[in-house]
């Protein structure tokens, strides 16, 4: 068993405090914070660049027993409404916007997960987050197209994505079905096939690599104004890097971020 020292909570902490101005600004704006830092910190561990830590490996990091990591994963699902500390991770990332996507993921993994945006999107979307920053004020709401492009050769089935999708949404199976119009089973059903031919252990690992791997499109999840937010959490600099970064993928370069 791998046991991350030190100096890996040292760089997470260095990671979280790049971020912390971003998130503390935006909670002010708009929400106090649901979890508590313990809780966050848990989570972002568990996710930590894709190493996915134990319980026992982010109990050794932390210095902290094997019992209590678990109560404040269970805290934390309770908390945002998840089955697991993995879709907990996604739920906190991508929904409750508790954790920013840099302190789980490298910029490259966050071109993947938002590449069916396209770059200039992106660009347009850091325009308006510099446009807030220098207003001081959210920008005025407009109408904002999302490609909904996906890849030609699909994997899945169109009722695999449908199911991905709503739980993308934040759905329960039984919300799932109701929309639907299947049955409960139906749904796991579904699930599981989609989990299988991704590869992925839980949905929330699916939907992420459906959108790396653009099975499904993250505007079929998300509106452009909850992306706005998400991704103003990043920073200016972080989403025009990614945008960047999938320019020099669609032009077929080699993509380097130092990260």
């Known amino acids: 068993m791998a046991v991350y020292d030190v100096s890996t909570v040292f760089e997470l902490k260095c990671n979280q405090a790049d971020c912390t ?8 704006k708009t929400k106090s914070t649901l979890l508590t830092e313990e809780e966050r910190d848990i989570l972002i561990l568990a996710a ?39 879709e907990a991770i996604f739920v906190a990332i991508m929904k ?29 979307i850091a325009h308006l987050v510099r446009q807030e920053l220098e207003q001081g004020q959210p920008p005025a709401k407009a109408e904002q197209i999302i490609s909904m492009e996906r890849r030609p050769d699909t994997t899945l089935t169109k009722r ?13 199976n039984k919300e799932i079905a109701d929309r ?25 690992d699916a939907i992420v690599l459906a959108l790396k791997r653009r099975e499904i499109n993250i505007g079929e999840i998300f509106s452009f104004d909850e992306l706005l937010q998400t991704l ?17 993928k669609l032009g077929q370069k080699p993509i380097s971020t130092g990260n």
């Open 21 to 28: 101005i971003n998130r503390r600004d935006y909670c002010m």
């Open 160 to 172: 695999e994505r449908d199911v991905l999708i709503f739980a993308g949404r934040g759905l329960t």
């Open 96 to 124: 409750r916007r508790e954790i920013i996507g840099t302190e789980v993921y490298s910029l490259d993994e966050l071109a993947e997960i938002l590449c069916s945006l396209g770059p200039d999107m992106l660009r347009r």
């Open 48 to 86: 930590l660049h894709g190493h996915h830590l134990s319980n026992t490996e982010i109990a050794l990091s932390l210095g902290i027993s094997v019992s209590r990591v678990k109560t404040l994963i269970h805290q934390a699902c309770v908390k945002l409404g998840a089955h697991n500390r993995n």
């Open 180 to 204: 639907l119009c299947i049955s409960i089973s139906a749904v796991r059903t579904f699930l599981n096939r989609a989990c299988t031919k991704l590869g992925a252990p839980k949905r929330a």
């Open 232 to 248: 103003a959490l990043l920073g200016v600099e972080s989403i025009e890097k990614i945008a960047k970064l999938l320019d020099q």
